[in-house]
C-alpha cells in the first residue's frame, strides 16, 4: 500500500527496511524498499513480506494505514513543567504520595501523542488480524507537513476587502511594520516586502507572498497562529528602525527644530552633520519639491550611511504613492569649517548644526545666513553649550541665543480596569453606614457584577479606567540652542 502526503518542496530521500519473519526456520530477511520521489508528493511503500522455501512471496496482502488528527499533532508541543513536577521528577517513586503519582500518570498520558499505525494482515484463517504500531519519525515529518499546510492556505485564501478612492494594496517594495501586542508592544519590525521573502518572528513566521496585495493596517496570522499587525511604515518610523552609523537626531527632536528654523517649502537649508540621514529626511520633506538641502559630513562612511538610507526610502515611497520622493538633497563628503568654496555665491533660509564643536564652523556658515534667519544647534551635553556660548562671545559673531530647551516626552498608560479573572471592573457606590441600607446596596452591587460579567460591553461610564505613566520612557536625547542672526 502507498501512503501519500503533500510537503510542498521539501523531499525526502531514504530507504524503509522492512523486516520479515520466516516461520519455519525463525530466521530474519530484511527487504529494503526505496522511497520514490515527485515534485509534490512524498510516496513511500511498505509491506510485510512472509518469506517461504521456495523463494517466493506469499500473495496475502498486508495493508499498513497511517491515521493523524489535526489536534493530535497541535497537542504535541511539550508542556512546560511546574515546580511540584519538577521536584518529584528528583525524589525516589516509593516517596511520592498517591496524588502527586496520580498527576504524574495524567501528565505523561496527555503529553503522549499515539499516532497509530494499523497493521492489517491476513491469517491462515482468513480473518484479518489488525496490530497497532507507532511510528516514531512520522512526527516530525507530519509537523512540517502541518505548518506548510497552514501557510499555503494563507496564500489560496486572501480576504477580499473594499478599496477606498486613493487607496492601494501592499507590493512588493514597500516598507512595512509588523507588531505584535498584549498589554505593551513586544514586538515590532521594520522590513522590505520581498517576492521570496518571508517575515520571522518568535511567535511564527509569514510569508510575503501572504502579506503582498492586502489592505495596510490589518491582522495577520503567523504559523502559530498569532495575529500580528501589518501596516506601512511612515517617517517616523523608518528614521528609528533604519540602519544607522552615528546616533539619529530623534523625530522628536527633529521637529522641534524644523519649528524653530521655520523651514517652508522653497526653502535653501544647510544642514552639517548627515550622520544616519534622519534630520535629512525631515528637511527633504519641509522643503518640498522647490527647496533645497545642502548636507554635509566629514566622515566617509557616515556619508555612505546617509545617502543609502535616503535612497531606500525614496525607492519605497515611489511604491506606495506611485510618484518620486522629491530628490532635493544634496550630499558632500567635506569638512564645513573649511569648505568656504563649497557655501561660495550661496544664501541660506536656515542652517542645521550636529556637530561636535558647532564653534567651530559658524564663522564660515554665519555670512552665508540671511539676516533674522535661525541656526538651530544639535547638542548632546550641556557642557557642549557652554562652550558654544563662549565662541560666539569670543568671536563676536552677530547671533542671539533665543532658546535653550530640552524635549521630553512622557508617555502614559490609560486602560480599562480589569480584574483577575479578565471581567471589566464596576464602578462602585461609597456604602452608607446605616445597616438597613446595607443589605440592599449588596444585592445591587451583586446584581453590577452579574450584570457585568454577562454583558461584555457594558454601558458607556460604567467602567473605571487606570491612567499612570509608563515604565518605559525616553530619556535624554539633546539639547537644542535656537541661534539667530541679527545686524549689529
Given at each position: ?12 530521500r ?5 523486516y ?47 491515521t493523524?488528527?489535526?489536534q ?11 515546580p ?46 489488525a ?33 477606498l ?23 515590532k ?27 495596510a ?23 528609528l528602525?533604519m ?40 528637511l ?5 519639491s ?32 506611485g ?28 542652517v ?19 539676516s ?46 480589569l480584574?483577575?479573572?479578565g ?30 460579567e ?5 454601558a ?22 535656537k ?6
Amino acid at each position: 500500500m502507498a501512503v501519500h502526503m503533500p510537503f510542498g518542496r521539501l523531499f525526502l530521500r531514504r530507504l524503509v527496511t522492512v523486516y520479515t519473519t520466516n516461520e519455519k526456520h525463525n530466521g530474519h530477511k530484511y527487504i529494503p524498499v526505496k522511497l520514490t520521489k515527485r515534485r509534490d508528493t512524498r510516496t513511500f511503500s511498505a509491506a510485510c513480506v512472509k518469506y517461504n522455501e521456495n523463494g517466493g512471496d506469499n500473495s496475502d496482502s498486508v495493508s499498513l494505514k497511517l491515521t493523524s488528527s489535526k489536534q493530535a499533532f497541535l497537542s504535541r508541543r511539550r508542556q512546560p513543567l511546574s515546580p511540584l513536577e519538577r521536584i518529584s521528577r528528583l525524589l525516589p517513586q516509593d516517596t511520592l504520595s498517591p496524588e502527586v503519582m496520580q498527576l504524574r500518570e495524567q501528565n505523561q498520558s496527555d503529553d503522549h501523542i499515539h499516532v497509530p499505525v494499523t497493521l492489517s494482515t491476513h491469517g491462515e484463517d482468513g480473518h484479518q488480524v489488525a496490530t497497532d504500531e507507532e511510528d516514531p519519525e512520522s512526527h516530525s515529518v507530519l509537523d512540517a507537513a502541518e505548518d506548510l499546510n497552514t501557510l499555503s492556505l494563507q496564500l489560496e485564501e486572501k480576504p477580499v476587502s473594499h478599496v477606498l478612492p486613493g487607496e492601494s494594496m501592499l507590493a512588493f517594495g514597500d516598507l512595512l511594520i509588523a507588531e505584535y501586542r498584549k498589554k505593551r508592544v513586544e514586538f515590532k519590525k521594520m522590513f522590505q516586502l520581498e517576492t521570496e521573502g518571508c517575515l520571522q518572528s518568535s511567535w511564527g513566521i509569514i510569508p510575503h507572498k501572504v502579506i503582498a496585495g492586502q489592505p495596510a493596517g490589518q491582522f495577520l496570522k503567523t504559523s502559530r497562529g498569532v495575529p500580528l499587525f501589518i501596516r506601512r511604515a511612515s517617517l517616523e518610523d523608518y528614521v528609528l528602525y533604519m540602519k544607522r552609523g552615528p546616533t539619529i537626531a530623534y523625530p522628536k527632536d527633529a521637529n522641534i527644530m524644523l519649528m524653530m528654523m521655520d523651514v517652508t517649502e522653497g526653502d535653501c537649508v544647510l544642514e552639517s552633520g548627515s550622520g544616519s540621514g534622519a534630520l535629512s529626511l525631515f528637511l527633504s520633506r519641509a522643503v518640498g519639491s522647490k527647496g533645497t538641502v545642502l548636507s554635509v559630513e566629514v566622515r566617509e562612511d557616515h556619508y555612505r550611511r546617509a545617502m543609502l538610507n535616503y535612497k531606500r526610502w525614496r525607492t519605497s515611497w515611489s511604491v506606495r504613492r506611485g510618484e518620486e520622493w522629491p530628490d532635493n538633497v544634496q550630499f558632500h563628503n567635506a569638512n564645513l569649517c573649511t569648505a568656504s568654496s563649497l557655501l561660495a555665491g550661496q544664501g541660506f533660509n536656515a542652517v542645521a548644526l550636529d556637530m561636535v564643536s558647532p564653534q567651530l564652523a559658524l564663522p564660515t556658515v554665519v555670512p552665508h545666513l540671511h539676516s533674522g534667519a535661525v541656526c538651530a544647534v544639535y547638542l548632546a551635553n550641556i557642557t557642549q553649550v557652554i562652550d558654544l556660548l563662549e565662541g560666539i562671545r569670543c568671536s563676536a559673531l552677530p547671533l542671539l541665543c533665543e532658546r535653550i530647551i530640552e524635549v521630553p516626552i512622557r508617555d502614559w498608560v490609560v486602560a480599562p480596569s480589569l480584574q483577575k479573572n479578565g471581567q471589566f471592573s464596576t464602578r462602585k457606590a461609597p456604602i452608607p453606614d446605616t445597616d438597613w441600607r446595607q443589605d440592599e446596596t449588596s444585592d445591587e452591587n451583586d446584581r453590577e457584577d452579574l450584570t457585568t460579567e454577562e454583558n461584555p460591553d457594558p454601558a458607556f461610564g460604567s467602567i473605571p479606567y487606570i491612567a499612570r505613566p509608563s515604565c518605559e520612557q525616553t530619556s535624554h536625547t539633546a539639547f537644542l540652542v535656537k541661534l539667530r542672526k541679527c545686524l549689529l
